[in-house]
């Protein structure tokens, strides 16, 4: 009887607090919602999330973190994941990494 009554207060509890962790804040991503392959609209998730040194301060600690490396890490394909790594590193060097010219070609232009 008292694990009935502590899953049925545990669910209650799931349902008062759910709706706010739901509501974390998680970045506008309408233009990679229009990229089909998914490793692409990761490593758009990936450039877009990627927070500069002069930002300012969000208003909540979640979008206040750098979360490029993770979307980074749900490329599949080994090019563009290390194009990915890449991009959002500002790293030249580890464009050679690449296997695929055309892969590196577009990793080696989107570096300043």
């Known amino acids: 009887m008292r694990f009935i009554k502590g899953i049925i207060q545990f669910g209650l509890v799931a349902l008062v607090f759910l709706p706010l962790t739901a509501q974390a804040g998680v970045p506008d991503n ?5 990229i089909q392959d998914p490793d692409r609209r990761n490593i758009c998730m990936a450039k877009m999330n990627d927070r500069g040194e002069g930002d300012p301060l969000k208003k909540n600690r979640y979008q206040n973190k750098d979360h490029s490396s993770y979307y980074c890490s749900l490329v599949r394909n080994r090019d563009l994941k290390n194009l990915c790594h890449a991009v959002i590193e500002q790293n030249k060097s580890k464009c050679d990494l690449i ?14």
């Open 99 to 112: 296997g695929n010219k055309e892969i590196e070609d577009e990793c080696l232009a989107s570096i300043k």
């Open 30 to 34: 309408s233009e990679c919602d229009k």
